[in-house]
């Protein structure tokens, strides 16, 4: 009697497997923006956390550097389509940022450098999901791609990973971002392709 | 006549009035028209517009200090304008 092994044994998943609906895969990391690259120095740089009831929560650079630091390889979904398999990114963890963080928030304004805004569920942010990232593929992140350094919820369209990022505005009702305004989806999960309003 | 204060029920038109107004100004060249800047309060015609883009969607700076002073978006069924940065939009129109 013959047997098929290879369907017992399991097998690592496909590229397709990876592939969100309407997205096709790219070697490129290509660059959009909605404004000018932000050149932020790291003496300049600070990011901060507030609470729905004005608690700020602040760290300069070098102590996000002393923040317990992960590297993960994550897949990244675009919205315009591309998406790009086995990036390495290294950062620190939204679990580790707002372990000390007291709210009842449901729901976050992310802020860029340059007033770019998006929002997200705080869920989203945790448990694993979201990092704020100062490292790709083993070298500091490049301005262009939102260095010094980038929200990475990677589980989300891309849009939702503001480059730039500053601030993490938590809130108890949500409230649209920049895209979000005009026409984008408020959630934009690739799987379901939720591109735009409606979808 | 006296204009309320705020939207309500008062108002004596919905936007269909705009209608034709508006369909006159997105028939003509919109990239002379001149927009005034919300932020710094300079003019720009919109031709001079930075804009960054296309996509996600096209995002036009004031060539002044950078703030955004129009975004359009094309979804598939339906287009996206914010002139929220700007406090006017002046188009040439022929003299009557």
Partial sequence: ?199 | MTIPDGPGPTAAYDGNLMAGPLSELFALDVTVAVVRCRGCGADAEVATLRVYGPEPGLVGRCPGCDDVLVRVVRTPDAVWLDLGGVTSLQVPAPKR
């Fill in chain 1, 1 to 199: 009697m013959d047997f098929v092994t290879r369907g017992f044994q399991g097998r690592p998943r496909g590229r397709d497997d990876r592939l969100p609906p309407g997205q096709y895969l790219t070697g490129d990391f290509p660059v959009l923006s909605a404004g000018p690259t932000s050149n932020v120095d790291h003496d300049e740089f600070e990011l901060w956390v507030a609470t729905e009831d004005g608690t700020r929560h602040t760290w300069s650079w070098a102590e996000l550097m002393a923040l317990p630091a992960e590297t993960v390889t994550v897949d990244i979904h675009c919205v315009t389509s591309w998406s790009k398999l086995d990036t390495e990114w290294r950062g620190v963890s939204l679990d580790t940022l707002l372990a000390d963080v007291e709210t009842a928030a449901d729901f976050a304004m992310v802020h860029s450098y340059g007033g770019y805004t998006t929002n997200l569920p705080l869920e989203d942010l945790l448990d694993g999901q979201a990092w704020v990232a100062y490292g790709y593929d083993g070298d500091d992140l490049r301005p262009e791609h939102g260095g010094p350094a980038r929200l990475l919820v990677p589980h989300l369209y891309f849009w939702k990973s503001a480059k730039w990022v500053r601030g993490i505005e938590l809130m108890l009702e949500d409230s649209p971002g920049f895209w979000e305004q005009l026409g984008y989806h408020d959630y934009g999960d690739p799987w379901r392709e939720q591109r735009y309003q409606g979808d």
